[in-house]
């Protein structure tokens, strides 16, 4: 009598384990989706998420980001598999607190003309949208969601400058960002991607920079010195955009 009792319970406690992560994978793969696109004003896709309710720790797998309106039909990056580290349980609630987040071998597609790129205008959509006053990822009760990221962590990582056939694959250096509104007690999903992106850029900028040299132009750029030019400026006005000094 008692085996079975224990073997009940085993089974009861099973059952309910699957439920919750099935649900956890579902909240956020919804969460993405829905948020998404609000967010960066483009096409935004999660494959498929899965989060463990006992530890936190889960994947996510296919993440893929199209480009602003005014480029290429060509997803903007692609991130594949995503590897999460989160407190247990906060994803419920309206405090998330990530330990880590950590992307191995994205990709990026480098899109530039004169002084615009599709990264740059990507980061601007999600500005426009703080800016704007969008309306923020909210829990059911109507409150918003914040987030703190301990650890980020992004390695190799791949930039495609250009697009079609002459398109250079040049090496994306790695990006490492800690305690992510830790101090602020949470920061919004968009102030993080924004937090984020302009990492992101700046690392593009800096990697592909090295590698115009190999390339008569990118897309939009009609010679080697425009394009060398185009990503002087850039560089200029991204500065800018962190707040310092060209």
């Known amino acids: ?4 009792l224990l073997l009940g319970g085993l089974a009861v406690l099973l059952v309910v384990y699957v439920g919750l992560t099935f649900s956890l994978g ?19 896709e999660l494959a498929g998420a899965n989060i463990s309710p006992l530890t936190g720790s889960g994947t996510l797998t296919g993440l893929t980001v199209g480009n602003p309106k005014g480029w290429s039909d060509n997803d903007a990056f692609r991130l594949g598999k995503v590897q999460v580290d989160v407190q247990p349980f906060s994803i419920l609630g309206d405090h998330i607190v990530v330990n880590e987040i950590s992307i191995d071998g994205p990709e990026f597609l480098y899109e530039t003309k004169i002084v615009a790129s599709n990264i740059k205008d990507m980061l601007k959509n999600i500005e426009n949208f703080t800016g704007s006053g969008g309306q923020a990822a909210e829990t059911k009760a109507g409150k918003p969601i914040k987030f703190e990221v301990k650890k980020f962590r992004l390695t190799g990582g791949v930039v495609k400058l250009g697009v079609g056939p002459a398109a250079v694959p040049v090496p ?3 990006i490492s960002i800690d305690d992510l509104g830790v101090k602020e007690g949470g920061i919004t999903p968009d102030q993080l991607a924004g937090a984020v992106m302009k990492q992101v850029l700046s690392g ?4 592909t920079a090295n590698a115009l040299g190999q390339v008569g132009s990118t897309a939009g750029a009609a010679s080697l010195e ?3 030019d185009a990503a002087k400026k850039a560089g200029e006005s991204l500065k800018k955009l962190l707040g310092g000094k060209p």
């Open 1 to 4: 009598m008692k085996k079975l």
């Open 26 to 44: 579902s909240i956020v793969k919804a969460g993405v989706n829905s948020f998404g696109p609000k967010l960066t004003q483009t096409r935004v």
């Open 172 to 174: 994306l250096p790695p």
């Open 204 to 207: 593009i900028v800096a990697g």
């Open 226 to 228: 425009k394009t060398k």
